[in-house]
């Protein structure tokens, strides 16, 4: 499934790539760096990296082309996954509700020094409207289902909760089409 990324340039200044494997020990360390901040904020989201298990196989991601990263100055500022094709997680996730027309996301991670700069919301809204999957409509993505905050933002986004299924809650909203 190819992809077309159609805005580079984020408010802020922020520049948009495909992530390379030059890219892999910066999104290593950012990654590391958000679980460890959620670990310290009291939540278990994305505890399994801090014990080596990246159930995303974020490696093989970048690999494949989809893992996104946004950065300003030269400086790894955020970072993103985005599947085409649902991984084992979503296929469990969102079981009895499969679609060929979406697009998963994972991983949203900003570095703690871009934390409360709106970058957060600005890669959400790229990944509704600033890049293309071809023959792909929907945009899905998961949460721990006690992590309040996270259910605000993305409601705030306009994407619509439908369900809670294994601790998790998902979400679905449309694609804005290029």
């Known amino acids: 499934m190819r992809s077309q990324i159609l805005q580079h340039v984020l408010p802020g200044g922020f520049q948009v790539a495909m992530a390379t494997e030059a890219d892999q020990k910066d999104i290593d360390d950012l990654l590391l760096q958000t679980a460890r901040w959620l670990e310290s904020q009291g939540s278990k989201q994305w505890s399994a990296l801090l014990n080596g298990h990246d159930v995303h196989g974020t490696a093989k991601a970048i690999a494949a082309g989809n893992v996104f990263v946004f950065r300003r100055e030269n400086e790894l500022s955020g970072m ?27 991983r949203l991670a900003i570095a703690r020094s871009y934390a409360g700069s709106g970058l ?47 601790g998790f809650n998902i979400y679905q909203r449309p694609l804005v089409a290029g």
Request: hydrophobic share 45%.
């Open 120 to 166: 957060g919301s600005h890669i959400l809204n790229w990944a509704i409207s600033g890049i293309r999957f071809d023959d792909r409509e929907v945009l899905r993505l998961d949460c721990m289902a006690e992590v309040g905050a996270l259910d605000k933002f993305y409601r705030r986004h306009g994407f619509n909760f439908l369900r809670k299924r294994d």
């Open 80 to 106: 993103v996954i985005l599947f085409a094709d649902p991984t084992a997680w979503d296929r469990k996730l969102w079981a009895g509700d499969e679609s060929e027309k979406a697009v998963y996301l994972h």
